[in-house]
């Protein structure tokens, strides 16, 4: 068994475009679940609204670039505004059904057949990612350390991936440690109270909504310009719910608890799918073929967040104290 | 200070002497006035109050018995459930439709009958949500941390000062989560306080605390009426309504059915009636005395129920 291989390749997803995105996309659910207590399980239809934005505009109406981004961020906006109008006055669970039924509406609207033109239905949409990558500050190669090495365009998605993930945390950091953070953790609490001293809740959850939801929209542009293509199936509500396992290993409710999350679920993910593919192949395991590991990999996923759930419900980074109060 | 107590609750009594004891009576200088103010929750009428005034400064309680429809008259005053009819002014200004947060912007801050501590926050922090217009509330203020320290220092000096009168002064940085169900009384208390409110409305605020504190807390209702402040509570224990409230308002079964001082009240006939039944103090048969014994102790058990 090659070990260099199951490692270096573990090291790589750990730090790699997945793990950029799905940071990106726990740290805006951080904001809607762990921090505001508001059950977001349509963080995918941020992705993909952000994905699309740029890709359609730069793809499909041949604007510039950087039209394409302000017309995603605007989406994305927009996207959180209809969401909640209807819903964020309603109990946290209404949020959950509604928001997993509007990110699959985003989904199949631009997979149809009908709108194939603009949006390229089940084919996506490509040749969006020129401009990206011309602004590439690594010349072609290969770049790397060791076994563990990545070409250019994808080290400048990860070093353009990377430096959002770093500013996002900042500014969570920066709004959750604020009186701003407070109320949105008092709303988590118990809304009625924060009505009862004065705090205009809808206002803060709208907020707190579009907040997360722009950072969700910021992984749908890496998304799109890492594969330099983008696909409707890309974005359906597992998405989610990888976000969500990636939130909660991670800690909710901590500023780099997605974070860490990301890079341990992938790291993790891989080693065990190169490990068993590796075992396979020399004969270590008979019991399977190498078509069965992927499979077999995500039950383990499966198996590893219940584990988690039962034995370390507050994630790597969360504070025991806060989740023992619960249980009151 | 002591001159001073007496002088306030003297003030509240004396601007009270002159009012009959009749409900709806009119009061020298309400804070709060009410009218016709209906709700329904399907058939049933749980609140019919056709005209309620509170006095400014003195302490009103607002006792009846279970059903009674305190708690859904409180929560259409402070605009957390929308009344079906009815209008009613807070110093003057109409308020019914008005926001739940408008109306505690306005001066005008409930508490709730199952304390809502904001468990995993700070005690702290609890305190220092209940400020107004923080500048650090605003999210692209939020970032810049120089903006709200400053504002942020002195609401925790204040924070502290109230913590300290509330003897929770120790517990400033642990969760409100792991305070005693008294001490949580304590704190949504003071943390309302924190608002600056003209008029205090407190559900139930000696509910399931135990007797020791209750005399603190009853300390602490007479000094919100010291400090100017207008209270208004619901209770249940008859005891500590004669011996804090300066004016009683009962109602039963949706509406007001008598009012004025606590003494006058707990002789009442249509009270006694609402609390114990129209003919308690009639001679029943025995099969009729077994038969309310049963009532008696399925409502009981309905209650206990209710509580846990």
Known sequence: ?328 | MHADTVNRKAEALAALASVPSEPGAPKPDPILVVDNVVRRFGGLTAVEVEHVEIQRGSITALIGPNGAGKTTFFNQLTGFDTADSGAWTFNGKPMNGVSAHQVARRGMVRTFQLTKALSKLTVMENMRLGAQKQRGENFFRALFSGLWQPQEDEITVRAEELLERFKLGAKRDDFAGSLSGGQRKLLEMARALMVGPELVMLDEPMAGVNPALTQSLLGHVKDLREQGMTVLFVEHDMDMVRDISDWVIVMAQGTVIAEGPPDTIMADARVIDAYLGAHHDAPLTTAEAEEQLHQAEAELEAEIEEKA
């Open chain 1, 1 to 328: 068994m090659d070990w260099t291989l199951i490692f270096s390749r573990a090291v790589e997803a750990g730090i790699g475009t997945e793990a950029v995105i799905y940071a990106l996309a726990a740290i805006g659910l951080n904001i809607h679940f762990g921090y505001t207590g508001l059950l977001n399980f349509g963080q995918a239809g941020f992705l993909a609204v952000g994905a699309y934005g740029v890709a359609t505009t730069v793809a499909t109406l041949g604007l510039p670039f950087w039209l394409g981004i302000v017309i995603g961020l605007a989406a994305a906006v927009l996207f959180a505004l209809l969401l909640g109008i209807p819903t964020l006055r309603l109990r946290a669970d209404y949020l959950a059904i509604v928001t997993i039924a509007a990110a699959e509406i985003v989904r199949l609207v631009v997979r149809s057949v009908a709108l194939q033109g603009t949006f390229g239905g089940t084919d996506g949409l490509e040749a969006f990612s020129d401009d990206f990558y011309g602004m590439n500050i690594y010349s072609p190669g290969q770049y790397g350390i060791g076994p563990i090495a990545f070409d250019h365009r994808t080290l400048w998605v990860l070093t353009v991936g990377w430096i959002l993930v770093a500013a996002a945390c900042a500014v969570v950091y920066l709004v959750m440690k604020s009186p701003w953070g407070r109320v949105l953790k008092a709303i988590r609490e118990d809304e009625d109270a924060v009505r009862s001293l004065g705090k205009n809740v809808f206002s803060y959850k709208m907020q707190a909504l579009v907040f997360g939801g722009v950072i969700g929209s910021l992984a749908g542009f890496l998304f799109a310009l890492s594969r330099a293509a983008t696909q409707p199936d890309l974005f359906s509500t597992e998405l989610t719910f990888f976000a969500y396992t990636v939130l909660i290993l991670g800690g909710a409710a901590r500023v780099f608890g997605p974070v860490l999350g990301a890079v341990i679920f992938w790291c993790l993910l891989i080693l065990v799918k190169t490990g068993m593919e590796e075992a396979v192949n020399h004969q270590v395991i008979t019991f399977i073929t190498v078509n069965q590991v992927g499979s077999i990999n995500y039950m383990l996923v499966g198996l590893g967040l219940v584990l988690l759930l039962i034995y370390r419900p507050q994630g790597i980074l969360g504070d025991k104290r806060e989740i023992a109060l619960d249980a009151r």
